[in-house]
Each structure stands twice: as structure tokens, then as C-alpha cells.
């Protein structure tokens, strides 16, 4: 009930900044600097392994927002700040694996899932891809909440073992235990749907 | 899969999951399950560990007046011979069937043998008790239902036992009043085991203990009839129940065919009970009528069947210590002694 209020609230304050971006006010940018910015600095820093590239991941998120409100209108406006600023990240992340930079947790967490998906060589195409990506949204919103937010943590937010056993109120063993679990039966999903 | 492949996937999650994995919410156990049913437990733990476990640790097997009167008759094999007479072949081997057996039982205090010194009572293996010899007389001497008119001719010929406990006129005078209960003994005399009379008891003529009606039965328990193999018994070597630890136990011994039980109990009336197999020993259980431990002695004659009397073997005594005995006759509705 009180993360049902607190959403709600949330929500009022997404739709707040959403027409500040549409008014093209620069309050937008520091009422989502404010709201959103240590969430998704965490995220960046979690991929990057850098505050400074972390920082200039938000900035290119923000700025890729202020583009493109108006016309766009998300409906979820910090699941969107925060794809916007995972996927700078992990472009900023694939560009600075060629430089062989250190730091980042990204390459721990997708080395475990992997794990998982080791038999399948790659995604021939959309339609495969997709159907996955199904069969994957679907194990996840089968799970509790807790092990489902576990896992997108760990996997989406590249959150270290050590950060998620303080938002969970989790021993770090309690925590490997929980995910390695997860992606047990996240492998036996797949392979009993034929997609492994 | 490579970790590209995978990274566009996870991109594709859709926004709830993500939203929702903004907001952790901590997992903690239930208050409930934190606290409460380890402190209930532990409380239950020590609660058995304080309370209940020492109980059952102390606590004895209690002979119930049902579980001892458990109508089980059996056959001895000399009765079954008597019946049919083809089970001459069976040796000592025992017949469960549901005719009653009945055995000439003599029940009276020691001290009514009084032709001879009584032997010692911290030798259980002496080999002739003199007044075992005249109780496995059937047809029991005369004089003997007299004794109780002649107390004082009894005193005179009473050797004093080794607990110094010597019979008195006035123990003696006492006997005969008592009512014999026994359906079938070998003799006549009246007195069954008694008490030791107390002066007002003795005033007035009666052992009749005052108090308690209710029966205290006491078995006898387990003594082992062996099978065709077994060594047989002789007269001459009789088996003898365990050593005593002390002179206040019981002995059972075989002199002959007579299996002989001796008590450090006094009590109103006693009787046999019960005589017959259960779980393939010997089982005799003596009913105790006020049975409280006295300094007196009584002897229990069962005269048994050559062939089965040949054939007991491996006949152990354990004997209660007199202080055991004692607290169960204040304490308990039932005593149980045990010859292993």
C-alpha cells in the first residue's frame, strides 16, 4: 500500500515534469535531476565503472529527452528516463570495452546470465528474438516481487551483490543463492518451452 | 549466448519490470517468523527439558490392575498329558491353550518351619530348607494347623533367623486367626502370609492390617521355561535364583519341583494369582493384600510338573531394594517384582 502511494505520488510528479518538458522550461531538467538523477547515475556508474562517465551518460540522457518532449509523451516517465540512460551506457560501455576500461559490473552479471543461455548461439532473427524476450517477461512476472526486482537489478541495473544485500536487507550469500536459483529455473523455463 | 545479443534483449524489458525494480522493496521475514516461533520454541525446548523429561526419566512402568489380570491360561505340559495323553513327546515345552492350570500353592510365613534352622538368608543357594521339605508334602503334617493352639511350643522350636528377628508368642497367636484365602494348598494351615502385627493388632487378636482395602498386586514375572534343550535340573543341583544383594531381597529357587519364592514383605493376605506362560516365560504374579515390608519372611511354594520343573532354566532374581519397595507400597497402587 505505501509503494502503491508513493508510485502514485510519483506519478503526479512524472506528470508535473512531463509538462515542464513540454512548456520547454529548464526547470524540467533540475525537477529530473532532482527525482531521478541519483537512480539513474547509479545505473551509468553500475555499466561505466565511472562517476565521470556516469554523469556525462545522465547529461546525454537528459538531453535526449529534452528532445524529444514534445512530441513524445511517455507513459512511464522514469522507466523511460532510465532506458534512455541504460542505453547511453551501454553504448558508452561497448565503446569504452574497445579501450579495455575497468570498473564497470556490466561483464559479471551478463557472464551469469550467459550461463543460462550458453546452448544458444545466437538470435537468428526478430521473430526469435522476441519470442525469448516473451518467454524471459513472462518467467520474470511469474516470479515474487522481491526475486523479480532481484534479477532486474542484477541483470538491467548491473547492481553488485554487495548493493543488492543492502536493498534487500539480504546476506550477499542469501543474494547469490536467491539469483543462481533464479537462473536455474529460468533455464528449465526456457527448456521445457523449446527455446533452449 | 553473446553478451550483446543479451544486452539488447534485456533492453527490451519491458517498463513495469524495470519501474518496479526501482523501488526495492526489503525482504525480511515476518516479525512472526523472526521471533515469535523461535521464542515459542524455545520455551517449548525448555519446558520439556525442565518439566516433562525429568518425569519421564523417574517415572516407572505402572502395573495396572487390568494389564495384570490379563486372562491368558495356559496348558503345562503335564496337564495336557492328563487331557489327551499324546503330548508325551512334547518334553518341557509349553502349550498355550485356554484351560485353566492349577497348582497346589502353600503360602505361610517362614517361621511356621521351625523343625530346623532356617538357612541363611544371604544365601540364597542353600540347598535344603527343612521347611520346604515339609511344605512339598502334600498331605502336610498334622501338627502343623496346630501350631497357632501352641504358640508357646512354636516359640521354643523357632530358631531365631539372622535378622535377629526371632518369632514372638504374640506374632505366633496371631496367625491362626488370619482367614486363609488360598483355593488350594497343600496344607491345612490356616495362617496366610501376615503382617507383622503391631501391640494393638496383637491385643486383639487379629493381623488384619487396618487402612488400606485395596488389593497392591505384586507379579512375579519371567521365569524362563526352557525349551527341549535345555539343561535339565536335578534335585540334587537345584537352580537357584541371583544371589541377594543384601538380606532384604527375595530369592526364588527350585528345591525339586517346588519353585520356591521368598519375600521380605509382610502383608495381609497374598496370594498366587496367576501362573502360566506369557511371552514364552514363566509368569507368576503374587496379589498383595497391605503389602509393606517387614523383617518377616514369607515363602511361596508352587510345586510344579517334573517335566517343567526339569526344564527351568536360566532363572535370574532381580530383586527390588527394600527402600524401592517401600516407597512403591506409600506411593503406587502396584508393586511389580521381577524374577528375570
Redesign the interface.
Known amino acids: 500500500m505505501r509503494a502503491q502511494t508513493r508510485r502514485a505520488v510519483a506519478a503526479i510528479n512524472d506528470d508535473r515534469i512531463i509538462g515542464l518538458f513540454e512548456q520547454r522550461s529548464e526547470q524540467a531538467i533540475a525537477e529530473t535531476a532532482s527525482q531521478y538523477g541519483a537512480l539513474c547515475r547509479s545505473v551509468a556508474r553500475n555499466i561505466l565503472g565511472s562517476n565521470e562517465d556516469a554523469e556525462e551518460c545522465f547529461d546525454d540522457a537528459l538531453l535526449t529527452v529534452w528532445n524529444a518532449i514534445p512530441p513524445a509523451h511517455p507513459q512511464n516517465f522514469r522507466a523511460y528516463l532510465l532506458r534512455l540512460v541504460h542505453n547511453h551506457a551501454v553504448n558508452r560501455w561497448n565503446a569504452g570495452k574497445a579501450q579495455k576500461r575497468g570498473g564497470s559490473h556490466l561483464p559479471a552479471a551478463l557472464d551469469e546470465l550467459s550461463e543460462v543461455l550458453a546452448s544458444r548461439e545466437d538470435i537468428v532473427d526478430e521473430s526469435e528474438r522476441r519470442e525469448l524476450l516473451e518467454a524471459v517477461t513472462r518467467f520474470l512476472r511469474g516470479l515474487p516481487k522481491h526475486q523479480r526486482d532481484l534479477f532486474v537489478r542484477r541483470y538491467w541495473y548491473a547492481a553488485t551483490v554487495s548493493e543488492l544485500s543492502a536493498l534487500f536487507d539480504m546476506t550477499e550469500n542469501h543474494v547469490k543463492v536467491t539469483l543462481s536459483r533464479i537462473r536455474k529455473r529460468l533455464q528449465n523455463t526456457l527448456r521445457k518451452e523449446g527455446l533452449l | ?28 521475514r515476518p516479525v512472526l517468523l523472526r521471533y515469535a516461533l523461535p521464542a515459542a520454541a524455545a520455551c517449548l525446548v525448555i519446558a520439556v527439558s525442565a518439566f516433562i523429561w525429568p518425569k519421564l526419566r523417574t517415572e516407572k512402568p505402572e502395573v495396572t490392575e487390568e494389564s495384570s489380570s490379563v486372562q491368558v491360561t495356559t496348558v503345562l505340559p503335564a496337564e495336557t498329558e492328563a487331557a489327551d495323553g499324546t503330548s508325551a513327546q512334547q518334553g518341557n515345552t509349553l502349550t498355550e491353550t485356554t484351560d485353566p492350570y492349577y497348582v497346589h500353592i502353600v503360602t505361610e510365613p517362614v517361621y511356621h518351619f521351625t523343625t530346623a534352622p532356617r538357612p541363611e538368608k544371604t544365601d540364597p543357594d542353600a540347598t535344603e530348607d527343612p521347611g520346604g521339605e515339609e511344605q512339598g508334602d502334600p498331605a502336610g503334617t498334622p501338627d502343623t494347623p496346630n501350631q497357632p493352639q501352641q504358640p508357646s511350643n512354636n516359640r521354643t522350636t523357632t530358631a531365631p533367623n539372622e535378622r535377629g528377628n526371632s518369632q514372638t508368642p504374640s506374632r505366633t497367636t496371631a496367625i491362626p486367626e488370619r482367614p486363609q484365602q488360598q483355593g488350594q494348598q497343600t496344607q491345612t494351615e490356616p495362617a496366610a502370609p501376615t503382617t507383622q502385627p503391631t501391640p494393638s493388632q496383637t491385643d486383639q487378636g487379629s493381623a488384619t492390617p487396618p487402612g488400606n482395602n485395596g488389593r497392591i498386586p505384586c507379579s512375579i514375572t519371567r521365569v524362563m521355561i526352557g525349551s527341549g534343550n535345555s539343561p535339565v535340573a536335578s534335585e540334587d543341583e537345584p537352580i537357584s535364583g541371583a544371589a541377594p544383594k543384601s538380606d532384604k531381597q527375595e530369592i526364588a529357587k527350585m528345591e525339586g519341583n517346588t519353585l520356591v519364592i521368598r519375600m521380605d514383605t509382610r502383608c495381609s493376605d497374598a496370594m498366587i494369582s496367576y501362573l502360566g506362560l506369557r511371552n514364552g516365560r514363566l509368569t507368576i504374579e503374587i496379589l498383595y493384600d497391605n503389602a509393606e515390608y517387614s523383617r518377616e519372611q514369607f515363602e511361596f511354594r508352587v510345586e510344579l510338573p517334573p517335566d517343567i520343573a526339569a526344564g527351568i532354566y536360566d532363572m535370574k532374581a532381580e530383586c527390588f531394594d527394600v527402600d524401592d519397595v517401600d516407597e512403591y507400597i506409600h506411593d503406587r497402587d502396584n508393586i511389580t517384582l521381577v524374577i528375570l
Open positions: 549466448m553473446k553478451n550483446d545479443a543479451l544486452l539488447k534483449l534485456l533492453e527490451d524489458l519491458p517498463d513495469d519490470l524495470i519501474d518496479s525494480a526501482a523501488d526495492p522493496q526489503p525482504h525480511r
